[in-house]
């Protein structure tokens, strides 16, 4: 099944793309995407969601986000940019926060994606005082990851020296 899954991609590829970009309809866009994921080259997958990043309905960029996070878990191979998601940790859509969160915690265990990420280091504090217990759950994860510290989740103080101090160390 899946092998026509593929196969059927493959074939209306390009009608599939016509639908993410022209569809006024984002759970057609969006569900575009999802087939265009199944596509055999997996650069153009990444590329195709790097677009629907920017898409203008929650939606899309939340279908985008949910494929990378994809990439990123089974596909070690095909590198996904921490710095192209970071941007949606200001992202109006509660949903699509939380799913850039998620994103970021396999990044954050990826030597050459923690530069990048400690750039986000400032809202990760910001979004760990929210009271939006899935969002500064996530955040609470990602800094420590990227810290290797083990502070209370309250402690905003501590988190925010730690961010000040790991900020200046980067410039030097």
Not at 15 to 24: C, F, H, K, M, N
Not at 28 to 44: D, I, M, N, Q, T
Not at 47 to 71: F, H
Request: hydrophobic letters at 40%; charged letters at 30%; aromatic letters at 6%.
């Amino acid at each position: 099944m899946q092998k026509r899954f593929v196969a059927g991609a493959a074939a209306r590829e390009r009608e599939l793309r016509a639908v993410l970009s022209w569809d006024a309809d984002a759970e057609k866009r969006a569900g575009a995407l999802f087939v265009l994921s199944y596509g055999p080259r997996g650069e153009k997958v990444i590329e195709s969601c790097q677009n629907a990043l920017k898409d203008s309905s929650p939606v899309v960029r939340g279908a985008a986000l949910q494929i990378l996070a994809d990439v990123i878990n089974h596909r070690k191979d095909l590198p996904v940019d921490a710095a192209l998601v970071m941007p949606l940790l200001d992202d109006p859509s509660v949903s699509v926060r939380g799913k850039t969160l998620g994103l970021l915690v396999p990044l954050a265990d990826d030597k050459d994606q923690r530069r990048k990420l400690m750039a986000a280091v400032p809202r990760l504090v910001d979004i760990l005082k929210l009271s939006e217990p899935g969002s500064s759950d996530l955040a609470y994860t990602v800094l420590g990851q990227l810290s290797q510290k083990s502070l209370d989740r309250r402690d905003y103080a501590g988190w925010e020296t730690w961010a000040r101090e790991s900020r200046e160390g980067f410039k030097k």
